[in-house]
């Protein structure tokens, strides 16, 4: 059974730029399908974006498009997410996902705040 | 964007009662249906994949139903564990879609 391991919390003021790590165990960054999606408090999740081994495309809904970028380290088997142009409205917990959903990180809480 | 509308939003039920909980997409979306729980405070656990199978360790009590544009997620008798909400997800086309949830409480 794999596992993602998230980076730490993270507070943030407007404008600046998070990004948020997660390590593979039990997978191949080249063979997993592995997504990024975030929940607002108490709310329901946003998929943000996603590497489909298949085409080997990475593709990333268009609201986050000129702000997000997923990037990985194949010699840690690490991936990574950056969010740039933080507001407040990004304030949420992050999760990344592998295997459609089959596992999920632990989750990482940025706060955007003056 | 396939909108994804889970219903109901929250619902209240008894112990060992059925459960039915709906998605239904705005367009076919094939069996590429997903379903998750989550806890208050903890990480989703996804219970169903391709629309109805079950993921290895989860209780026989959960399945999953549909295709094409309506999915039902079923609990066969409601124990006090499930006290969840649920989501369901479309992974046929970008971008993917979370249902809204539903709060499943006991009665």
């Known amino acids: 059974q794999g596992q993602l391991v998230q980076s730490g919390a993270e507070v943030k003021k407007p404008g600046a730029s998070v990004k948020v790590s997660c390590k593979l165990s039990g997978y191949s960054l080249s063979e997993i399908s592995r997504h990024w999606v975030r929940q607002a408090p108490g709310k329901g999740f946003d998929w943000m974006g996603g590497f489909d081994p298949v085409d080997g495309q990475t593709i990333y809904a268009q609201k986050f498009r000129g702000r997000i970028s997923m990037t990985e380290d194949t010699t840690t088997n690490t991936a990574f997410m950056e969010l740039s142009s933080l507001t407040s409205e990004d304030t949420a917990v992050y999760f990344c996902?592998?295997?459609?959903?089959?596992?999920w990180g632990q989750g990482t809480l940025v706060t955007v705040f003056s | 964007d396939i909108q994804m509308t889970q219903s109901p939003s929250a619902m209240s039920a008894s112990v060992g009662d059925r459960v039915t909980i709906t998605c239904r997409a705005s367009?076919?979306?094939?069996?590429?249906l997903a379903w998750f729980q989550q806890k208050p405070g903890k990480v989703p656990k996804r219970l169903i994949y391709?629309?109805?199978s079950l993921q290895s360790g989860v209780p026989s009590r959960f399945s999953g139903s549909g295709s094409g544009t309506e999915f039902t997620l079923t609990i066969s008798s409601l124990q006090p564990e499930d006290i969840a909400t649920y989501y369901c997800?479309?992974?046929?086309?970008?971008?993917?879609?979370f249902g809204g949830g539903t709060k499943v409480e006991i009665k």
């Open positions: 367009q076919g979306i094939n069996n590429f």
């Open positions: 997800l479309q992974h046929n086309s970008y971008p993917f879609t």
């Open positions: 996902i592998a295997g459609m959903g089959r596992t």
């Open positions: 391709a629309s109805s």
